[in-house]
């Protein structure tokens, strides 16, 4: 028999189901927990016992996801890092910066980024007095010139492969290069996943993720990572400002993250071997002028995505002969790939730079990181390379009549 009243125990939750341990992460849609006595809860606030308070610092299972991308970052490497999930990976990225830098200080970085990248870089952070420092990031010995002339440049942060002619950058010598100079270094991974590079092995302090993409894989929960080399560093400030920023990621989107990651592995290997075969499809058509994949040997920075990748990744561009209406009239003859502005999923998806991503910048600017009129950008999905290859066929053939 119940001791509270009808209404109570239809306004109070239920009793913790947990009999045997659950074989599924559950999701724990709480905002806060309980302490079973003051005692309890003065240890947890002061840190001497490990616990859960409320969900913006931290909930199990987000903090179980979390501990999975920082175990995977560090997969049979001898690093004791820690990882923090953000509600996207433009939060992890806010987080990061303003975690670390203050007014004054300067981030040293390439022209290439993912847009929301550049846009959070030269408008918000440049309010906050923070400034971005663009440059060639290949020139390692003109960055580390950069870095030595200017201590206020406190972070080194890039991305490899970038967006979208898939060049890269090498990790291990702008790591080593912030590392001399007691700089940190920090690298979008959102393109490789741990599964295909490992910054960390290779120097760099901090891995970014949007888990949006490869990790989750389905396109269904936008979540961001931040995995740290150095735990005290990622408990002191990193976390800290995503508590107060209210950066944090929910259970489900979390959770979403997990179910995806279990067949990582499975559809990357699956993305690498469909992103070869498109690209090598690719590159015999006459209406081809040029296709960017690092996986190709003709690919400029094949030799250092060979080095620093486990794979080449599902990520692809090329270019057609005839510019601008010739792209438009080829995407516009695809039916089995999407046209939409993600990428990462399990399904093949077309994007149109010149169009759409980088409509609202300069024509020269754009040109220079090479992002030509005719450029199609194509996330390789999963799917049976026959469909791919033939729903190419046929707009190839309405980008020739162009
Ligand atoms: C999508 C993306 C981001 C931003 O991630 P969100 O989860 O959309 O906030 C950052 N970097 C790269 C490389 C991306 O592709």
Redesign the pocket.
Known sequence: MSAISFNSLCVHDPEDPRSTRPHQLPIYATSSFDFESIDQGIDIFSGKAQGHVYGRYGNPTIDAVAGKIAQLETHGLDIEASAILCS??????AVLMTSLLRSGDKILTQGN??G??TELFTKTLAQLGIQTVMTDLQKLEQVEALVRADESIRMLYF?TP??PTLACVDIEALAAIARRHGRHSAI?N??CTPYLQQPLALGADFA?H????YLNGHGNS???AIVGRDAALMRDKVAKTMKLLGANCNAWDAWLTNLGMKTLTLRMDRHCANALALAQFLQQQPAVAKVNYPGLESHPDHALARRQMRNFGGMLSFELTAGYDAAIACMNQLTFCSLAP???DVDTLILHPASSSHLNIPKELRLQNGITDGLVRVSVGIEDLSDLIADFQKGLAAAIAK
């Open positions: 996207s990976g433009m939060a992890a990225i980024l993912y929301g990248t991305e970038a967006n979008d959102t393109f970014i949007s888990t949006t993409k936008i979540a961001g993600t990428l990462g």
